[in-house]
Nanobody, 124 residues
């Protein structure tokens, strides 16, 4: 069965950096798209970034472009989200997700597998 395990969250001051990791297991992910979503208290889960495991193409939501970078390590079966210049509005639980679907992949409903989430808190 597919397992996604996130790590790397924590408390950081505004302007700081964190790197989230998502260790994936249970199948071959070369044809999958791996995504990061986040959910702040009282808000809906929203798309942050995704990467196509095979070709490495990426997509980001506008609010994180130029600050966040998604990448993958094939040998470690791990996806990363490098977050720089963090802002208080980035505070949320961050989730790793995986899907074998194509097309529009900005909605949580398009992803089939989810990790447990990791808390990111940015203080002002």
């Amino acid at each position: 069965q597919v397992q996604l395990v996130e790590s790397g969250g924590g408390l950081v001051q505004a302007g700081g950096s964190l790197r989230l990791s998502c260790a994936a297991s249970g199948r071959t992910f070369s044809s999958y798209v791996m995504g990061w979503f986040r959910q702040a208290p009282g808000k809906e889960r929203e798309f942050v970034a995704h990467i196509r495991w095979g070709c490495g193409s990426t997509s980001y939501t506008d609010s994180v472009k130029g600050r966040f970078t998604i990448s993958r390590d094939n040998a470690k079966n791990t996806v990363y989200l490098q977050m720089n210049s963090l802002k208080p509005e980035d505070t949320a639980v961050y989730y790793c997700a995986a899907t074998s679907r194509n097309g529009q992949l900005l909605l949580p409903s398009r992803f089939d597998y989810w990790g447990q989430g990791t808390q990111v808190t940015v203080s002002s």
